[in-house]
């Protein structure tokens, strides 16, 4: 069934709105993109990110909460520990037995973040390490 020349005169003009578009949005983007780097808004997005922000505006958990969370202080915070906790915690938070799936992503994350900063801990450590072994042989020839 041909639509005449009615149909044709609207499809020519929804091909010809679409070109317009496909030329328009990225030049918007691009003047978009230099506007912010102009007031800086990409560097308050860096920042955000660095510190955890995720794209909705969230912040991770922090330190302090994670060993809130994972019952330790920061002396306490050995891989060990965090282990026996995470999983003494996460446990007791099943939502099999009547648990709180909330609390057992709070108790999850906690133990992620506190592994990562575990982690950091042991690496600065070791290159404290290294570089007083390093000294000391410099002293010592």
């Given amino acids: ?49 660095r510190k955890g922000a995720s794209f909705l505006g969230k912040a991770r958990i922090s330190k302090d909460e994670a060993l809130m969370v994972l019952n330790l202080t920061e002396q306490e915070a050995t891989v060990e520990a965090i282990q026996k906790q995470y999983e003494r915690y996460f446990e007791a938070n099943k939502v099999e037995k009547g648990g709180s799936f909330y609390l057992q992503s709070k108790v999850f994350r906690s133990k992620e973040l506190l592994d990562d900063y575990v982690k950091e801990k042991n690496a600065e450590q070791m290159a404290e390490g290294k570089a007083q072994k390093e000294q000391e042989e410099k002293k010592d020839p």
């Fill in 1 to 49: 069934m041909a639509l005449g020349p009615l149909g044709r005169i609207i499809a020519q003009g929804v091909v010809a709105g679409i070109a317009v578009l496909a030329r328009a949005l990225p030049a918007a983007y691009a003047a978009a993109l230099q506007n912010a780097r102009k007031s800086g808004a990409d560097k308050a997005a860096e920042e955000a990110a």
